[in-house]
């Protein structure tokens, strides 16, 4: 059975940062791409940042660039978001995700994935 689980989140100030992380299992995903996806309450999921299988190629959502870093250690199985800079805006549940697909690209919509984690909440408060 696959699952992923996120870690991280928490309660913080304006300006600070936090370290989220995904722990997968029940298959590896060290060939295919990875990604961070937000939901806010009353709001549609919002695309935060995708990494390739290598983790040489990556992307951003406007809102998060120059703030947000992904990154992954394939011999752990494992996704990384570190966000730097947070904002109220920032407030959020946090879901990582995980596709079957073999690809070398990277993925920004979400029905691209095929496995998602339960989520972590991030609050910014201002």
């Known amino acids: 059975q696959v699952q992923l689980v996120e870690s991280g989140g928490g309660l913080v100030q304006a300006g600070a940062s936090l370290r989220l992380s995904c722990e997968a299992s029940g298959r590896t995903f060290s060939s295919s791409p990875m990604g961070w996806f937000r939901q806010a309450p009353g709001k549609d999921r919002e695309f935060v940042a995708t990494?390739?299988?290598?983790?040489?190629?990556?992307s951003y959502g406007d809102s998060v660039k120059g703030r947000f870093t992904i990154s992954r250690d394939n011999a752990k199985n494992t996704l990384y978001l570190q966000m730097n800079s947070l904002k109220p805006e920032d407030t959020a549940a946090y879901y990582c995700a995980a596709t079957r697909t073999y690809s070398s690209g990277t993925y920004l919509a979400p029905n691209k994935y095929d496995y998602w984690g339960q989520g972590t909440q991030v609050t910014v408060s201002s």
């Open positions: 990494i390739n299988w290598s983790g040489t190629v990556t």
